[in-house]
């Protein structure tokens, strides 16, 4: 079963406006989540992470938003730049039950930032 | 090296046979993982290496599919008998602390015929 869901497959956005990606979880023992980016033919890499002890955390262009009622997060990048396209995944580890660093992770969304 | 590394980066089999992915992770890392990524696919946890601790394989779609972590460095995935479903890029990372996220390799394309 899918316990982490990105349910948009594709975002295109303009250069300079703002990008939001969205992710919803199941299991409520998650308590650490993650952004990480993926070019094509390149392993992800590391963008932001939230506890669940805050509901906002920002770093540069990105923050990460964290509604844990909703069990849904939200990654903004603004302002959108051209080099911000590519796959962004979103993770969650749940410290308690799993080994530690085990993420599970979305489908993925595909962003594409159009001049 | 600076990063992960994973060899071969493009792997062509036939069913059948058996495959070995190679992971070196960054020096010092304790814990290593392997994912898989297969087309159109989120990231699926495979198997969790963490210091002398005995690993997570909770993820190994069968028992086709074994990881071994020597000398807590280098970690090898093997895939007996290939089918055409484990077809996929195969990730592997390494982590020192979760609140720095893991760092991947640029993964192995498996394409089984």
């Known amino acids: 079963d899918q316990q982490v869901k990105q349910n948009s497959p594709s975002l295109s956005v303009q250069e300079g406006r703002i990008s939001i990606l969205n992710c919803d979880y199941t299991?409520?023992?998650?308590?650490?989540f993650l952004w990480y980016k993926k070019y094509p033919a390149e392993g992800p890499t590391f963008l932001i992470s939230i506890s669940s002890i805050k509901d906002k955390n920002e770093d540069g262009r990105f923050t990460v938003f964290l509604n844990k009622s909703a069990k849904h997060l939200s990654l903004h990048i603004v302002p959108s730049q051209p080099g911000d396209s590519a796959v962004y995944f979103c993770?969650?580890?749940?410290?308690?039950?799993?080994?530690?660093?085990?993420?599970?992770f979305g489908a993925g969304t595909q962003v594409v930032v159009t001049p | 090296g600076a990063g992960v590394s994973q060899s071969p980066s493009n792997k062509v089999t036939e069913k059948g046979k058996d495959v070995e992915l190679r992971c070196d992770p960054i020096?010092?890392?304790?814990?290593l993982y392997w994912y898989r990524q297969s087309l159109g696919q989120g990231l699926e946890f495979l198997i969790y290496f963490q210091g002398n601790s005995a690993p997570d394989k909770s993820g190994l779609p069968s028992d086709r599919f074994s990881a071994e972590r020597t000398g807590g460095s280098v970690s090898t995935l093997t895939i007996q008998r290939t089918q055409q479903e484990d077809s996929a890029v195969y990730l592997c990372?390494?982590?020192?602390?979760?609140?720095?996220?893991?760092?991947f390799g640029s993964g192995t394309r498996l394409t089984v015929v």
């Open positions: 299991n409520s023992m998650f308590d650490y």
């Open positions: 020096s010092g890392h304790t814990a």
């Open positions: 990372a390494s982590s020192l602390d979760l609140s720095y996220g893991y760092t």
């Open positions: 993770a969650a580890s749940a410290s308690a039950t799993d080994s530690w660093g085990k993420l599970q």
